[in-house]
């Protein structure tokens, strides 16, 4: 009888062990991973000084936010400049309705005593040579006006043509200054700067680099066998070391399974690991503050 309760302690204290082990993650992981963030490096669109660059590492940023600007006074004055030269072209523009208005107060004057001379046939005090005369003035002045008018047109015109370059110029100046003004892209926090304010910078030169760290993304590797229990949009469950054997549990998302195998990374820890072909997928995870770039993760599906 004595053997018999012994027989059944030992069971319930092996089955308890075994509950045990099986309700904790027991350091067996589905996949494991790493830690990384989406980086953006960005560069300079102007060369020049760098007149005001306030940004330091570890800095959070809001897109589109004032970094600084480079040097565009040389912009400026040449701006200036075009414009001068745009203002002294259409100085010489003739104004046509000006310059014909003598011609025009001609052909009014001249349709009056076309008029009168009219009125003077009829009552047989003018003869119809003098009216013959006075219409014969009155198409002069007229093919006079028109090809002053059309001589004036095409002298307006070909100025005016004379401008558009120099607008064209003004706009592309215009586009350099507004590039010389340096605003941040994305939301994030300031990884790397590799520029300092008062330094000259150059056009495609690197200023800092940026990264969103509000959402991590853990890429991890799964073999073959294991594509069959995760599918895109699965909620799965992340951990990270949090210090001695203790881990912190967070909710992630899967968003990418790699649709090609590949040969383990090195990052894996055993020889005979890194032979085997697994396939890549990475799970998105909400930052708290906790998680950084390159620490290990590891999935529970």
Not at 98 to 122: D, F, S
Not at 280 to 286: C, D, E, H, N, P
């Amino acid at each position: 009888m004595k053997d018999k309760t012994t027989y059944n302690f030992i069971l319930i204290t092996a089955a308890a062990l075994l509950l045990f082990s099986c309700s904790g993650n027991n350091g067996k992981f589905d996949a494991t991973g790493t830690f990384e963030s989406e980086e953006i490096i960005v560069s300079s669109e102007a060369t020049g000084k760098l007149l005001k660059f306030e940004i330091e590492e570890g800095m959070s940023i809001k897109a589109n936010q004032l970094i600084g600007y480079v040097d565009t006074t040389q912009l400026h004055l040449k701006k200036k400049q075009l414009d001068a030269s745009i203002k002294a072209i259409m100085n010489k523009v003739p104004d046509i309705s000006t310059q014909l208005a003598t011609i025009q107060e001609q052909i009014e004057t001249a349709e009056r005593e076309k008029k009168r001379i009219e009125n003077l046939v009829k009552s047989n005090a003018a003869t119809t040579k003098q009216l013959d005369d006075i219409n014969s003035q009155i198409d002069l002045l007229n093919k006079q006006y028109a090809a002053a008018k059309s001589t004036l047109t095409i002298t307006k015109q070909g100025m005016l043509s004379e401008t558009y370059p120099l607008q064209v110029q003004i706009e592309q100046v215009q586009d350099q200054i507004n590039k010389s003004v340096i605003k941040n892209p994305v939301d994030g926090t300031v990884l790397t700067r590799y520029a300092k304010q008062n330094e000259i910078t150059a056009a495609g030169k690197a200023l800092y680099k940026i990264a969103d760290l509000s959402i991590m993304t853990l890429r991890a590797y799964v073999n073959g066998d294991q594509l069959g229990q995760i599918k895109l949009g699965q909620t799965v469950n992340v951990y990270v070391d949090k210090g001695g054997s203790e881990q912190k549990e967070m909710q992630g998302e899967v968003y990418w399974i790699s649709s090609k195998a590949e040969f383990t990374p090195k990052t894996i820890q055993t020889k005979d690991e890194r032979a085997n072909l697994v396939y890549a997928i990475k799970v998105k995870v909400k930052n708290d503050g906790y998680l950084k770039m390159g620490m290990y993760g590891e999935v529970k599906f």
